[in-house]
């Protein structure tokens, strides 16, 4: 049995596959190193029911988590599950690479993600080629959730937003100042935190405001991840996440005005994944 996952900062997609046939689909919280110890990480594979429950036939576990970029940070993916599973092979890579396999059509292209963070690669079929590094969501995740996050924050706090939206912000959570900037500078998971306002986001996504900020923040992120390639024009360009897949029409055409040629569109690259992995 093979034991795959894909994992954002929010959440993780498991699926546990035999041969052709998927066992066992299931969900955990994210597996992001960078903000998780691998002590944490084990706690969440402890608690997985379905893990356990097939942990004995399971020989290879690929997981593809963000976070994942360096060889340090994956190894405490790594060790976190060679203590549920010593004797497995496992293979933990970054989550843009899961994007590029899930997409991947026989053909070069470019994929991105734009979920609660944002990257891009170019795949040929053999290698993972990145032209902009994806700083997080401090110094970057530019059209990602918590690029969004932070705006509308950052609009509500100086009084930028429309009246009737921020009357309806206030309304829906009742945030002060002290109480926002608390749980971005104190509490852990700020990433998480940011990208949570993005259902209010799409609630009201028919306001020219935020029809025209997420319309600016996805320019800023196809300038900055997309247009460095090259060949961008002649490629197809894939995207996966919660962002593209619900924000699809202002996209499409802020890829179009672009000269960006759109493939397709995943909500979750875990499905394709599977089916990546079946086949290889």
């Not at 202002?250 to 040629?261: P, R």
Request: with cysteine.
């Amino acid at each position: 049995m093979k034991l795959i996952a894909v994992s954002g900062s929010t959440k993780c997609d498991w699926r546990i596959v035999d041969g052709e046939n998927i066992v066992a689909s299931f969900y955990s919280n994210g597996l992001n190193p960078f903000f998780h110890s691998q002590e944490h990480v084990v706690e969440i594979l402890e608690e997985l029911e379905p893990l356990q429950k097939h942990r004995d036939p399971i020989k290879e576990v690929y997981i593809y988590s963000a976070g994942c970029g360096s060889k340090s940070l994956q190894k405490i993916v790594r060790n976190a599950v060679y203590e549920i599973l010593p004797k497995a092979h496992v293979l933990v890579n970054h989550d843009i690479v899961a994007s590029a396999l899930a997409t991947y059509e026989g053909v070069s292209a470019i994929t991105c993600i734009l979920g609660t963070g944002s990257n891009s690669c170019y795949f040929d079929g053999d290698i993972v080629r990145q032209e902009t590094p994806a700083l997080d969501y401090v110094l970057g995740d530019e059209g990602g959730g918590s690029y969004y996050g932070k705006q509308l924050l950052s609009a509500f706090l100086h009084g930028k937003l429309p009246p009737e939206l921020h009357a309806a912000f206030k309304n829906e959570y009742d945030l002060t100042k002290e109480d926002i900037l608390e749980r971005v500078y104190m509490q852990p998971y700020a990433n998480v935190y940011l990208a949570s306002f993005m259902s209010f986001i799409q609630k009201n996504k028919e306001h020219d405001f935020m029809t025209t900020m997420v319309k600016e923040g996805m320019t800023l992120f196809m300038e900055l991840f997309i247009l460095p390639y090259h060949q961008y024009k002649s490629l197809k360009t894939h995207f996966t996440g919660s962002i593209a897949y619900y924000f699809e029409d202002i996209l499409c055409d802020v890829a179009s005005g672009l000269h960006i040629n759109t493939g397709s569109i995943m909500k979750e690259p875990i499905e394709g994944l599977v089916k990546y992995h079946i086949k290889k």
